[in-house]
């Protein structure tokens, strides 16, 4: 890296004694590499360190490469007249080794000017004015601890640069996945380090530390601008090199934050001072630290030698020529290395004082190189764990502000309402093209922080993509409802939230299901069992007939007085064994009752099977009606975590989907475990079309994890929709950014004010409600679910009305029969009949009638035989017409049965 050359300077500045006192002279051997002599004033500072006593003269030795070389050079310098009486170097390396020993074996002190990676405390008369390494390495440990940076990139030079940042490196938070880390370490190509910029840029990482050198630093910067590094506002460069404020950024035109420290402040009066007096054709600002330092060394060297003077006789301090292969090693005469050890002056770099060699006392300032002027923050090694930050809260603020005046924040979005609709104007042009939730907040959010903005919809209209935008530098701000979770929070910063909400379970009412339970009653017991119940009762019933025939207790005497009936009577006909076998399976009993023993056992297995049946009806049907009621309607996500009939997904690549997959709980994990083997697939691109598949399954068969505010949105206008059971977590949407933005504190703000004065729930029931097409959904009163509604029973009404219609039909027919048979009888027309009984029908307050209608008086009796005839013949048996001409015949028989002529049969005995 030095460029050397086998050159030997020498100059000699000597002044020649004037007056009549023995004048001392000193010289000193400034070493340096070739190009290294800068803007250096050697004559001025050794002239002006001189006394009449005292006279300095200073050489530049030049050192060449090869060791050997160079020693020649300084023992040719140490052996000419008045020898050598101190060595300043800015070497460092294998001829810092050769300076530190030489100068030990000469006895004379060598002053160090340059960073070097070793402690200077191996040879006494070794010094250094450069700040001392450990103390630098705190320093730089303490001022990047000092700019909160939560995950940084050091890109380095060398090894040397690893022990410089030892401190730095140590505030890295040791993680096992690498890419968590929050330090990582890229060592500078030789010629090409925009790879490294560039993996940066792709990497959550927005501040850079670049330790290099002064030389390399514009061009290494240059290549990260290449890489768009140094083009965004929320990257920050720290660069380490105490020169780096002498450079000139102007042609970077960075929009970057670049900082850095300095050892002296070129502005302060002290500084100043200096540079006027030795410096008068330089800017401050471009007085290098190895100048500075030389300087300051220099300084020392001449107030050591003051000292040393003042304590000895005139004439007894002479300097001799020393030769390198002398026997002996030198001693130090006249205890100058002990005078500059107890020195202390005031130079450039501030106060210094080398007590053991080493620079420990030194002050840093922390400085952006748009704004030198004013330092930042200040480090001192008297407090190396602290950096004194100069600015306070407001300056900070302000000095933001006018940073982010001058920048069009990007955001990143997505399109979805409420938060972004695209605008229906095809002309529309900028952030026209859209609107919606996100754009009113962030208007409102740039109105408070005095910004301008500029919408960009994130590739694929992804989730995903927003955060990359952040990371990739492509976005400022990334604004829609983007949930803050800690996976995201690892790569991205958050705002405080806007909104709150939790995932929730999108369904919806099932129409169908009211339908198939209107026959709910019929449920309990399957449709093969009610025909066999039904072809049994038939069964039954006609075993019934046959075996009452046979069974002799069931012939009984029609006429109980008398003693020796001519007749006996069986009423079990088929009519009466159906009603006695109806009786018993709806559990109301009948009161006719066979008396034989066969037709008994047959009426016992008949009511013990009624009894298990209609037991275990009754039994089941409450079980059956809330149960199909349960299985029409999921109540929470338990439930549809249990049951496989209802299908259930959710968005995919969102904060819901990361819930279930990095779910600690065994039911979410199942479950997430079930959608994934799903096929087809229960996940959706977007939350529409999840919606649209909840409605659009029949018998609500798909079930939707959707976030709250999302379900509320569309719970508004989509009546069918409902939402199931509680939320299953509790989280919030926030405006994503850049890792450390700066301007994160602003935002911050401008949302706790939009919330305060009530503008977020405005904004909220603006996008929610107000803006909406359509009508808002009725509230729905809550439904005691545990009720059953005419729905359930609805079957049960309908039996019953078509029984009643049956009824009435029937009674109809018998009635126009009568009406046939009257007319005949009576010999009238039908029509004559059918008025006649309508009328007496019609007048409801008379409860009596004669056994024939009056029409017929005088035929009445000459049809007596006929009717008993016919009344025998059982027309319409066992409907009791009211107008039956055999009234008296009946009234004879019905004290022994409710059905005395129907169906009764006579058997001669
Ligand atoms: N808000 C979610 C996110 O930021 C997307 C929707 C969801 O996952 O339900 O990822």
Redesign the pocket.
Known sequence: MFSCANRFIFVFFTLLPNSGFTQTIVNIGICLHEGDLENFNIDTISGSASKDYLHISAATIMVPDDILDALHSICDKAALENGLTAIIGHTKGKTDNLLKSTSSFLGIPYINTQWIPREFTDIPNSFSVYPDTSMLALAYGAIVKSLSWSTFAIVYENEESLIRLQDVIKLQQYNKDAKRNSVILRKLHEADSRPIFKEIRHLPIYSVLLDCSIERTIEVLQQAKDVKLLDDINTNFFLTSLDAHTLNFTALNSKTNLTTVRLFNPFTSGVQRHTRKYYPNIDPNQISVKTALMHDAMLLLAESLNAIKSTHADGEIVYEPLFCNAPEKYSDKYGLVSALQEATVEGITGQISLPNGKREGFELEIIEIFNREEPIGTWDSNDPEKVVLKRNATQREADIQKRLQNHNFIVTSRLGGPYLYQSKDPEATGNARYYGYSMDLISEIAKEMNITFEFQITKDNA?GNLQQDLIDRRADLAIC???I?PQRREVIDFSLPFMSLG?GILHTTVETAEEANLYGFLGPLSTVVWLYIGLLYLILSFVLVLIARCSTEDWENPHPCEQNPSELENIWDLKNCCWLTLGSITTQGCDLLPKGTCTRIATASWWFFSLIITSSYTANLAAFLTMSKQEATIDSVEELAVQNKIKYG??Q?????TFFKNSNNSLYQRMWNTMVNEKPSVFESD?IKGVERVESTKNGLYAY???ST?IEYEMERRCKLRRIGNLLDSKS?GIGMPMDAEYRHKINNAILKLAEVGKLTELKEKWWKLEREGKPCPVQEPVNTDALALVNVGGVFIVLGAGIALAFFIAILEFLWNCYNISVEEHITFTEALKIELKFACNIFITRKRAKPVISEASSEKSDKEDDAKSHKGILPGLGSFLNVSMLHVDEHSARSPTPKSGSKRRSS
Request: zero cysteines.
């Open positions: 989730y409802d983007f949930t979770t995932i959710l968005v690549g969102g904060s819901t989907a939350n994890f959707m976030e999302g949407y």
